[in-house]
Each structure stands twice: as structure tokens, then as C-alpha cells.
């Protein structure tokens, strides 16, 4: 008899469980939306341009101040490279320590990777008519004992899209140079060799 009893409020307190959680008010339960995916807004999906160093001032749309000492025109592209001088690429020399390491600066780091264009004295490293690869130089030398011999500063070497012929007094002509800049020390133990080299290079105008 106790069983049944038992069982007969078991039964009970169930319905009455039952009936509580059937009188619960949907309202009462804090109910979340699903995620949605809001648009983006225009001004987010453009990357915001990274602040240029403190050495580096823009002068306007089309010129830049290197080191407070240097303005260099153009914007860097194919269309449009930036104008480099001599001196501006000699200036790369207060990096080499006494060891003969050398320390690029950082503006000068900043061209890497650029278009350029440069004006100077052409020579092919072989006497031959045509030639793919130059090396383009602040002063003329003829790589023996005519003229000045380049430092790492003051010379670059190009590598041409296109086989140019070169004739003139001594194979040396003048002309200017559109490539793409890489900035790479080149070292022979502590002796820096080279630094500057151009890659697809064009020459826009050349004479003897």
C-alpha cells in the first residue's frame, strides 16, 4: 500500500513539473538573433596607407624630400619613376662603418623595389656591338685608365629587356636608364663591391 502511495505523488509532483514549464512565459527567455553579416563600409576594405618615415617629407602630389636634403620627383611607378641624382646615391656611403659594413640607409631602402630613372655614362662590361647588361656611372671611365673609376656609389648595374647596340669613342655613351631599383649590398669579405642594380632596364636616350 506504502508503494502505491509513493507512486501516486510521484505522479503528482511530475504533473505539477509539467505543468509549471508549460506555464513559462517565452518572453522570459532571453531569445538571440542569429549572426548576420553586416556590409562593409567602403572606407574598411581599403588598407590605410602606412605613415611615410619621419625622414621622408612630401613636398606635394609628385615630390619627395629624402633626408631633408634630397627631392626626388615622380611617384615610384612604370609611368610615372622616380627621378634619382648622383648624389643621392653617393650619400648611401655614411653607412659603411669602420669594419666596412654597411648600414643602408633607411630612405635610401625606401627606393628599393621602385622605377627609376637616372642619367649617366653607359658602358657595356665586354666590348661587343650589342650588350644586355650595362653599367651605368656618375663620371666616365673606360674601364682601364681613361676617366674616373666607380665606387659602389656612384655606379649601377642594369640589366636590359633588350639587346642595345653600343658604338661611340672608347664603347662609352651617355644616356638615361628606366629599370626597376634594387638596393643589395654586395661584399667580398669586408670589402662592399656593389649596391645598386636596376632590373628591366630601358634606355630612353643615348649619344656618344
Same mark, same amino acid.
Given at each position: 500500500?506504502? $508503494? !502505491? $502511495?509513493? !507512486?501516486?505523488?510521484?505522479?503528482?509532483?511530475? +504533473?505539477?513539473?509539467?505543468?509549471?514549464?508549460?506555464?513559462?512565459?517565452?518572453?522570459?527567455?532571453?531569445?538571440?538573433?542569429?549572426?548576420?553579416? /553586416?556590409?562593409? %563600409?567602403?572606407?574598411?576594405?581599403?588598407?590605410?596607407?602606412?605613415?611615410?618615415?619621419?625622414?621622408?617629407?612630401?613636398?606635394?602630389?609628385?615630390?619627395?624630400?629624402?633626408?631633408? %636634403?634630397?627631392?626626388? *620627383?615622380?611617384?615610384?611607378?612604370? *609611368?610615372?619613376?622616380?627621378?634619382?641624382? $648622383?648624389?643621392?646615391?653617393?650619400?648611401?656611403?655614411?653607412?659603411?662603418?669602420?669594419?666596412?659594413?654597411?648600414?643602408?640607409?633607411?630612405?635610401?631602402?625606401?627606393?628599393?623595389?621602385? /622605377?627609376?630613372?637616372?642619367?649617366?655614362?653607359?658602358?657595356?662590361?665586354?666590348?661587343?656591338?650589342?650588350?644586355?647588361?650595362?653599367?651605368?656611372?656618375?663620371? %666616365? $671611365?673606360?674601364?682601364? &685608365?681613361? =676617366?674616373?673609376?666607380?665606387?659602389?656609389?656612384? &655606379?649601377?648595374?642594369?640589366?636590359?629587356?633588350? +639587346?642595345?647596340?653600343?658604338?661611340?669613342?672608347?664603347?662609352?655613351?651617355?644616356?638615361?636608364?628606366?629599370?626597376?631599383?634594387?638596393?643589395?649590398?654586395?661584399?667580398? =669579405?669586408?670589402?662592399?663591391?656593389?649596391?645598386? %642594380?636596376?632590373?628591366?632596364?630601358?634606355?630612353?636616350?643615348?649619344?656618344?
Amino acid at each position: 500500500m506504502r $508503494w !502505491f $502511495w509513493l !507512486f501516486f505523488i510521484v505522479l503528482i509532483i511530475a +504533473a505539477i513539473v509539467a505543468l509549471m514549464r508549460s506555464n513559462t512565459n517565452d518572453d522570459s527567455v532571453p531569445v538571440m538573433d542569429p549572426p548576420t553579416l /553586416s556590409a562593409a %563600409r567602403p572606407e574598411a576594405l581599403s588598407a590605410s596607407p602606412s605613415p611615410e618615415p619621419t625622414n621622408v617629407i612630401r613636398v606635394d602630389a609628385r615630390t619627395i624630400q629624402l633626408d631633408g %636634403r634630397f627631392d626626388v *620627383s615622380g611617384t615610384g611607378s612604370i *609611368s610615372d619613376p622616380y627621378k634619382i641624382t $648622383w648624389p643621392l646615391m653617393l650619400s648611401a656611403q655614411s653607412g659603411v662603418g669602420s669594419d666596412g659594413v654597411i648600414a643602408v640607409p633607411k630612405y635610401i631602402s625606401l627606393l628599393d623595389g621602385t /622605377s627609376i630613372e637616372i642619367s649617366g655614362y653607359l658602358a657595356p662590361p665586354v666590348a661587343r656591338d650589342l650588350t644586355e647588361e650595362l653599367l651605368v656611372m656618375r663620371n %666616365r $671611365w673606360d674601364g682601364c &685608365c681613361i =676617366g674616373t673609376p666607380p665606387t659602389p656609389f656612384d &655606379c649601377i648595374e642594369v640589366r636590359l629587356d633588350k +639587346a642595345i647596340p653600343i658604338k661611340g669613342k672608347h664603347l662609352i655613351q651617355y644616356g638615361t636608364i628606366r629599370g626597376i631599383l634594387r638596393v643589395e649590398p654586395f661584399s667580398a =669579405g669586408k670589402y662592399l663591391l656593389g649596391l645598386y %642594380r636596376i632590373e628591366h632596364g630601358q634606355v630612353e636616350g643615348s649619344g656618344g
